[in-house]
């Protein structure tokens, strides 16, 4: 799964390395390094950022070929941001252990970052783990009040973890102002708040993955995310409250309306 570089082509346009944090969760990523071992498009190379796991997730990684650091600082702020500051591939997908992608994945995150004034994309998905009827207008009930929720917070396209990628030159510019020592934080919308309105996010519908749903079972689990969305959200908006960020985004949009012009 490593040290092959896909040839250039239609669908290669750029180099893909993924990432995927783990913590004790070895049945979930070898299902995960599974389907990345059937890509029609290789990855590069797959980066999984062992968080310390007392199972054999860093076992399970090894045997499909990934490249394994070891994070013993917890939190998956820290480990994602290790993980994308070890990956050389030129654009940085990222999954979670659970996450399931599809076959044509990787190729159509390099498709979608073949465009160059694309500084990250994010994607969609399904609940595998619900009965049959539920799994995806459930996840569209949660993921549209997501996006929702978060564009009005960030003032642009927030990007989701378990189906997402960011260009590698775009991580290097923001990875010092990411907030990777705070395990309370939720990493990806961090990473959007770093982003900030001036980069361009764009939602990619074709980049569907399967995801657990137990994040959302029980009550203390939906407390821990809320918990930690608006530590998130306290956290960046005192480094830029939402009125700045989309008087930002405006002013932007009318000086290209005005050069364009």
Known sequence: MTGHRPARGPQAAVTVSVVIPVLDDAVALRRCLELLSRQSLAPLEVVVVDNGSSDDSAQVARDFGAVVVHEPRR??????????DAASGEVIARLDADSRPPRHWVARVARAMSEESRDAVTGTGWFYDLPWPLRRPVAWIYLGAYYALCHLALGHTAVWGSSMAVRRTTWQAVSAQVHREDPELHDDLDLAFVLGPTRRIVLDPTLGVGVSARSLRGGAQLRRRLVR???TLRVNWAVQPPWLRWTERLERALSRRGSAG
């Open 75 to 84: 939190g998956i702020p820290m480990a994602a941001a290790v993980g994308y």
């Open 229 to 231: 969305a608006l530590r």
